[in-house]
């Protein structure tokens, strides 16, 4: 009986060691998996808050004639991004990028997905403007305008702020980033996306990000 009894605690021990040994392995990959997710995850320019933040409630109007309070921007992830239709550079540049970064994503998270355009530019950019303009790079794509004031509101409170230009010159131009704010469903910001962007890494790694 005492044999019985060593080997019995023996094989427990054994067993034991192989145990810890198994959850250490399981352990070491998952952080590992963790820690290549989030470097891959930089690497494509997506930039996670710590917690969501939500927006302030303005009213604009969009591409579709509606009124949209902003804190109703729900039940997709969107893409938010400040330009204007008079841009030579930056806009068209970010809207054909996001073009070809649509085209790329699978189908669900196409579907998952919005992109949608602050004007910073209310002075010029009415919504029948701000269509013509999207609609050749996507009929798809909404833009939002409104009054100026709430549209730098909005933009302080995504920490993508912009510098209004001067509406008394003829050919006047504004300040801005080329970075996009990411909503999450609930209308919330969950992070960044920074300029210049890199397609190729967000279309492998944004579909993460919009399967949650």
């Known amino acids: 009986m005492p044999y019985l009894s060593k080997g019995r605690t023996l094989i427990l021990s054994i067993l034991g060691v192989l145990f810890a040994v198994i959850i250490g392995l399981l352990a070491g990959n998952y952080l590992t998996s963790g820690n290549d997710r989030s470097t891959a995850m930089r690497e494509a320019g997506i930039v996670t808050l710590p917690s969501s933040r939500g927006l302030p409630a303005l009213q604009l109007v969009s591409t579709r004639g509606e009124q949209i309070n902003t804190q109703n921007l ?12 008079f841009c030579p550079d930056i806009c068209p540049t970010t809207l054909a990028e996001l073009r070809q970064l ?9 579907q998952n997905l919005q992109v949608l355009m602050v004007s910073v530019d209310p002075h010029r950019d009415t919504t029948e403007q701000l269509k013509l303009y999207l609609d050749y790079f996507d009929p798809e794509f909404t833009g939002l305008t409104g ?8 933009s302080n409170a995504l920490s993508i702020p912009f510098i209004p230009g001067d509406t008394s010159q003829p050919r006047y131009t504004v300040d801005h980033s080329g970075n996009l704010a990411i909503l999450n469903p609930d209308g919330r910001q969950y992070g960044f996306i920074r300029a210049p962007l890199n397609i190729q890494k967000l279309a492998e790694q944004l579909p993460n990000v919009i399967s949650q």
Not at 74 to 85: D, P
């Open 74 to 85: 729900t039940g997709k992830w969107s893409l938010v991004f400040f330009g204007y239709t």
């Open 147 to 154: 009054e100026l004031k709430d549209i730098q509101t909005l």
């Open 102 to 110: 649509k085209k790329q994503l699978p189908e669900q998270a196409r």
